[in-house]
């Protein structure tokens, strides 16, 4: 237990502190009031109520501009009891029981790096602020207990300039509007952690819709700046909003839980969305489409609207305890939003756009050397946004869909329902869930947890076919650990087993894995097959490694005759898997591709395996192999862009893989040509596209690309025009320009994260590795700062953007050098290092293997 008198606890919050927090506090009110109408600082007043028991000193946490002026239970608090990250007060100044304190202090608003974001439209010279606080930045804004278990009834007055819009967590209460500025006040809210505390305030237009099921009428509110109402389908995103609500309310038998519901199309928001109860943010770029959206594009949105309604009930209701389960609500709201889309539209392909959106990045970090388990230890929240990745958001929800599939439908439903009836309102851990859910199917689950909670890394399944005679003598499964630092031992799954042939039904063999082992007993004897694949239905949460015969078959002609395409996009993804490990020659999956793509129709499946060609091209081969076939897949990208027999979304996936890989002499004119063309793909050409040909040109040094860059940039004066003039000015091949923006990235408090995010690509294009090479140690070198100052996804897109820039042996020995000189770097920091330098390892492996 933590002393009375306690000195200042250091930088961030410890899990010491937060436990003996949660075990003294409770019942906690926070009566907010924010004046924001100078839009550089929140100038505001908090009153922070809360039962104590036991003894000792009360720590709260605050890291604003200033705190002026502190008192706990009307006595004033000395200054010298504020440290810059945390205000004590002591137990002399406490009671048991009732306690109240009250503070006047002034934070920060920005453009970026502050708890309220400041966003300036110069289209109609307006501004927009709204709140970012996960995983630990409401101590930014206000004095609080910035801990997720220690949840709170939040009441917010909230000061603006006239004539704007305001929303937040709490139902609207009265707005008046005097001596210039309009009050606009908020109810309180239920019990709510601090980092879902959240307002948008500005000139905001809005639109409403209502609808009525079992639990009554709902109305609810999409807000959208002015300058894009016009773009905003909000009809059909106020729809899909309800739909989804209605969709939870059933599967988890329970109203939506909280006051109202509305949501804000976020400009410059740098996450796809975020579940703040009330006052949902979704990304306005990712909502709003400037040109034709392709069928993965309509589905991802989809896709983040039920991700973020799902998030009420697992996240918002019920919330992890500490940010080490981050897994927990991030996992859930993925995985239900797949089961709801799966549910509402049965035409969507649902379970094969989880696939595609999952498995292939869960499982490219979880073979690496910085993969860590679901369930993340961490000792401080300051490393809370370490946590934010692949494991937490890919690998989680397909854990869980294994889960579902060892339980059955009936006792997982049921055990979630019994799980969010006995946490409302309050916090979980790992534990509980599985807890409810081994009750209600009536076994226990401790294996389950500790192999995939507990456990880093993932198997690889191995299939081992012998067929003497025509028929199979035996095929076994055999599992092992990808990587060493998983440890022994066997993941316990359950799967499917799929035996395809050429004349005859496929069939499908459920094998439960439980040792490094498994006899399919049930193929013995059957037909040869043409091919087999271990993980139909895509239950088990493993790389299958595939054996020769299949290895072959597929290549031979079998891949394009499978008629499931959820079927064929796993298959697809098996092939990769070989070529990133180094078994098959990339050229191999080239020419598949070239072979294959040709009769494959499915939206979804094409974009995915171009975007592998691009890669094998762009990284995997180099030199002479990769100049043989470039005249062939440029030739190849572009019929298929302008094939009028294919769908709008398949044409503009070619479309986009030619602009990416055009190298050749006749790639580059006709990028140039598309400039000068009205339309591309069957479609009218917009702004977007021509921006991403303008960077290829850009970055390929061609003559007349800067005048082509300042024609774009005059013909596109959006807001979105305006930051793609930016990010694609990144992709000149200059080492003036890149020393230019790398110094800005660091030196410029007015650079929207969004923005400098957004220009990383460009920077670090990969035939820009002899400009960028001399700039990868010092980004590795400012990973602390990064971490500090930036946003929870701004770290690993740094990383990613640096090294997957990179693909020769110097980056890899820069790499392994800094590890090896700094051997204090936070042990999170050098596991999103070992993580994201993965693929910079297997390039040069590939490379190597394959000449």
């Known amino acids: 237990m933590l002393a009375s008198a306690q000195p200042h606890p250091g930088r961030g919050v410890s899990h010491e502190l937060a436990e003996h927090r949660a075990r003294t506090i409770s019942d906690v009110r926070y009566a907010l009031t924010l ?11 908090v009153v922070v109520s809360f039962s104590r028991s036991g003894d000792g000193d009360v720590i709260l946490d605050f890291r604003g501009r200033r705190l002026v002026s502190a008192a706990a239970n009307d006595r004033p608090l000395p200054p010298s009891e504020f440290n810059g990250a945390h205000i004590r007060v002591p137990a002399t100044m406490l009671r048991p029981g009732e306690n109240s304190l009250a503070f006047s202090f002034v934070s920060d608003i920005a453009p970026s790096g502050a708890s309220v974001i400041r966003f300036h439209d110069q289209s109609d010279d307006s501004d927009y602020l709204y709140t970012l606080l996960v995983p ?9 207990f910035d801990q997720p278990d220690l949840k709170a009834r939040v009441s917010l ?52 819709a209502s609808d009525s099921g079992e639990s009554g009428a709902r109305t609810i509110t999409a807000y959208v700046r002015r300058s894009r109402a016009r773009e905003a389908d909000l009809d059909t995103l106020l729809r899909a909003n309800l739909r989804a609500l209605r969709w939870m309310e059933n599967y988890f038998g329970r109203p939506y839980p909280f006051e109202k519901f509305a949501f804000v199309l976020a400009p410059a928001f740098p996450f796809g969305g975020m579940e703040h109860p009330g006052a949902t943010f979704y990304n306005e770029d990712r909502f709003i489409f400037r040109e034709r959206p392709t069928l993965p594009q309509r589905l991802g949105r989809m896709s983040a609207i039920l991700h973020e309604v799902a998030h009420q009930w697992f996240g918002d209701l019920v919330t992890m305890r500490w940010f080490d389960d981050l897994w927990l609500k991030e996992g859930f709201a993925t995985y239900m939003a797949a089961k709801a889309q799966a549910d509402l539209d049965s035409t969507s392909g649902a379970w094969k756009s989880f696939f595609l959106a999952n498995k292939p990045a869960a499982y490219g970090i979880d073979q690496t050397a910085g993969t860590t388990p679901l369930w993340q230890s961490l000792d401080n929240l300051d490393q809370a946004k370490s946590a934010y990745g692949a494991i937490v958001y890919n690998k989680a929800p397909s854990v869980l869909k294994q889960l579902n599939y060892l339980v059955g439908e009936q006792a997982f439903q049921a055990g979630v329902r019994a799980f969010l009836a006995a946490h409302a309102y ?9 807890g409810s859910i081994a009750g209600a199917a009536g076994r226990p689950l401790v294996n389950f947890g500790a192999q995939f909670m507990l456990r880093p890394g993932m198997p690889e399944v191995e299939q081992r076919l012998v067929v003497r005679g025509g028929r199979i003598a035996r095929l076994a499964l055999v599992q092992h650990p990808v990587q060493s630092l998983s440890g022994p031992g066997a993941w316990p799954m359950r799967t499917q087993v799929l035996l395809a042939w050429r004349d005859r039904p496929a069939e499908l063999l459920p094998v439960e894995l439980a040792g490094r082992t498994t006899e399919v007993t049930a193929a013995k004897g059957r037909p040869a097959p043409e091919f087999v694949f271990a993980n139909a239905g895509d239950y088990g949460y493993m790389l299958t490694r595939l054996d020769e015969r299949s290895v072959r078959a597929l290549e031979n002609g079998a891949l ?72 062939d897949v440029e030739r190849f990208l572009w019929d ?50 021509r921006w991403d040909i303008v960077q290829r040109l850009l970055a390929r040094d061609v003559p007349d690309a800067e005048a082509r860059f300042e024609a774009q940039r005059a013909r596109d004066v959006t807001p979105d025009g305006r930051r793609r003039a930016f990010t694609v000015g990144a992709a000149r091949r200059s080492a003036d320009v890149k020393r230019a923006y790398f110094t800005r990235y660091f030196a410029d408090s007015t650079l929207n994260e969004d923005w400098a995010s957004g220009s990383l690509g460009g920077f670090n294009t990969l035939d820009h590795q002899d400009l960028t090479l001399p700039f990868l140690l010092p980004a590795l070198d400012s990973l602390r700062f990064i971490q500090s100052h930036r946003r929870i996804f701004f770290l690993g897109g740094w990383l990613g953007a640096f090294l997957g820039g990179q693909s020769s042996p110097a980056a890899l020995n820069t790499v392994h050098a800094f590890l090896a000189a700094h051997p204090d770097l936070p042990p999170d920091l050098t596991r999103k290092v070992l993580e994201n330098a993965d693929e910079l390892e297997r390039t040069v492996r590939i490379r190597r293997r394959w000449g």
């Open 560 to 631: 394009g005759s499978v008629n499931d395409a959820f079927l064929r996009a796993m298959l697809w993804g098996a092939l990769w898997d070989e070529v990133r490990a180094a078994r098959m020659d990339p050229s191999r999956f080239v020419r598949l591709a070239l072979a294959e793509l040709p009769r494959e129709r499915d939206e979804q499946i094409v974009p995915r395996v171009l975007a592998r060609l691009r890669r094998a091209m762009g990284a995997y081969l180099a030199g002479a192999r990769r100049a043989a076939l470039q005249p």
């Open 640 to 689: 298929g862009a302008a094939d009028p027999g294919r769908a709008y979304g398949i044409r503009k996936a070619y479309l986009d893989a030619f602009i990416d890989l055009a190298a050749t002499s006749d790639g580059t004119l006709r990028l140039e040509s598309l400039l000068g063309a009205d339309s591309a793909a069957g479609e009218p050409l917009r702004d977007p596209t």
């Open 426 to 434: 309050g916090n979980a851990t790992w534990q509980d869930l599985l």
């Open 35 to 45: 004046n924001v109408a100078s839009l550089d600082s929140a100038v505001g007043d």
């Open 136 to 144: 630990a930045d409401a101590n930014q804004l206000f004095p609080c």
């Open 157 to 208: 007055r909230l000061y603006t300039r006239p004539g704007w819009a305001a929303v937040a967590n709490g139902a609207e209460g009265m707005e008046f509007t005097d001596a210039g500025v309009t009050l606009h006040s908020f109810n309180e809210t239920r019990p709510i952690s601090t980092y879902l505390i959240a307002f948008a305030a500005g000139p905001w237009a809005t639109l409403s």
